[in-house]
């Protein structure tokens, strides 16, 4: 009887060892999300534009040079650069960030939609999301804040 209880307490030990890696990274992470909302409620600036997408260990090269869009936002406007000069979306305008189900060097791939006079554009890219880098989440919170109607899906340090 001795050893069964003995047994069962040393394998709740090593379960609870075991649980407390992945406790701490959500509690990380949760406390990131939590300080993305409240710097945002707060007021606080996002000058200048902040990156968000991930840099590709395989560059698409034209011509000896980097040919690949990247992603900035600010505190109210949405940046997609290729080459010197910008393109700006209000964030306003942006109707959905979602995540997809493909995936690139363990990262998901995010898509981001927004309305122009055009029509309906969509750009897709891996974000920069890391336990040390909450711009992508601040990006997420500042379009909620924008666009309350727009869709918008929670980020995660594994996406």
């Not at 406790?23 to 990380?28: D, P």
């Amino acid at each position: 009887m001795a050893s069964t209880l003995e047994a069962v307490l040393k394998i709740l030990a090593f379960a609870v060892l075991a649980a407390l890696p992945l406790l701490t990274i959500w509690l990380i992470h949760r406390r990131a999300s939590l300080r993305a909302r409240s710097a945002l409620g707060s007021g606080l600036r996002l000058n200048p534009p902040r990156r968000i997408s991930g840099t590709s260990m395989t560059l698409v090269m034209v011509n000896g040079k980097e040919d690949r869009e990247h992603y900035f936002f600010d505190t109210d406007t949405f940046y997609l650069q290729r080459g010197p000069v910008p393109t700006a979306v209000p964030l306003s305008q942006i109707t959905s960030v979602t995540r997809t189900s493909d995936v690139i060097y363990a990262r998901y791939i995010w898509q981001v939609c927004f309305s122009r006079e055009a029509g309906r554009r969509c750009v897709t890219f891996t974000n920069n999301l890391s336990l040390f880098n909450r711009d992508f989440l601040l990006f997420l919170e500042a379009v909620r804040k924008a666009n309350p109607l727009a869709t918008v899906d929670r980020a995660s340090v594994i996406f």
